[in-house]
């Protein structure tokens, strides 16, 4: 197999894995304005004959409207910038650019209008930049959407003959080119607390929730999901937190805030026995909060990768850690990594260069875990802590559970280094 074909098959395994490791993401301040970000992206170019073929840098500054609604289409502008290929002959040609695009999970393709170009031999060429528009895509609500290239084809009419440049970002697809912030849907108005949340008929129930339009609002108390008739009111602020307040006289196991969405708030209902009473108490303690194994994850084998001057990129895949959360409290946590630099500590060789990405993931590994995890966004590993995933506090609700925390890896190597095998070592740490 040809060193080529190899490394297509290695990007390939990447998929859709696109690792924030240069540069940073712009600010998403508001929904009137547009940002602008200029990215550096490394492609491989397969040019049509007499022209070699060629790889290297292309700047791609992209704008894009800071914020938008699912569904939208919004307008994008694009300066590819020059390209890595170099001309090897001087000719006048009639050039369309098309820019294959990852909007989040979606592909979707910006043509530029015709350019006539006037192609010099030795100078790379530098297409203008063109507008288009792109379609945010539906379920991403409250998210930030991730513009990245999948690939760019050239178009060169020469006399009514048309020749084709296609270049392949590496990664495929490349680092963000920019994001969009997407509105969130409007939140669902539901039940907070119920205090206190147990008594006997004659108890006097506060209720708040969340999410209410402001004015008045009802409460009840509810048994198998059917009102009991007890009843309250209250009002509901601008900050939409709402109080309501009613009395319990008859037996209830629900309360909620009239208008709010499922799970209601639980009020166990005490009814007078009579008899001896007799108590009967229990402890529960808490307990630990941890990652594991203790003794440490196999190494991630990311294979071999021949010198061949350019920078080259190769994917694995590390080892799931689990994270246990017996606390039995409303706090959260926050899983974190760092690494070492590439070193061979018996030879002294290193890659100061080479940079080592990670696509975290997280997922729930006991059903019955009270909380769900949320992996941290993509990016470059290094000595300063990342969040790799977290567990949102609680508040008044009940956290904790089992989960599974791990992630596709990415390393991006340098043109040249000693021919070695290097190890660097990454740490995760909950807290």
Known sequence: MSTRMLRRRVLAGAGALSLALTGGVVGLTGTAQAATKTTAVFENCDAPAPQPDGSGNQNFTVTLPDGAKAGDVVPITIDPGASPLIPGFSVTTVNTSKITLKVGTTTQVVTSPPETVSVVAGQPLDPKAFSGTVRIPDGTEGTAVHVALDLAVTDADLSGSVFTTTCTPAPRPSASLGSVAVEA???????????PNSGKA??????????????????SALLNDVPTGDTGTGTAGADGVANCSLDITGKADK????GAVKPYKDFVFVEDQPGVKNPVDVEVLPGPLAIGPQSGNPAVDFGRVTINGKAQSVVGQFTAMSVQDFRGGSLGWDVT????????????????????????SCTVTNPD??????????????????KIASQAAGGDELTGGEFAVGGAGMIQLPPFM?????????????A
């Open 337 to 360: 990594a760092t690494r070492t630099p590439f070193l061979n500590e018996t030879t002294g060789h290193s890659m100061a260069k080479a940079q080592l990405g990670i696509q975290p």
């Open 418 to 430: 000693f021919a070695d095998t290097y190890r660097s070592v990454v740490t995760f740490s909950i």
């Open 185 to 195: 849907l409007p939140k669902d108005p539901i039940t907070t607390k119920v205090t």
């Open 202 to 219: 004659g108890t006097a129930v506060a209720v708040t929730g969340a999410n209410f339009p402001a004015g008045a609002v009802t409460c």
């Open 255 to 258: 309360i909620r805030i009239d």
């Open 369 to 386: 875990s009270p909380s769900t995890c949320s992996a941290g966004a993509p990016g470059a590993l290094s000595d300063t802590p990342m």
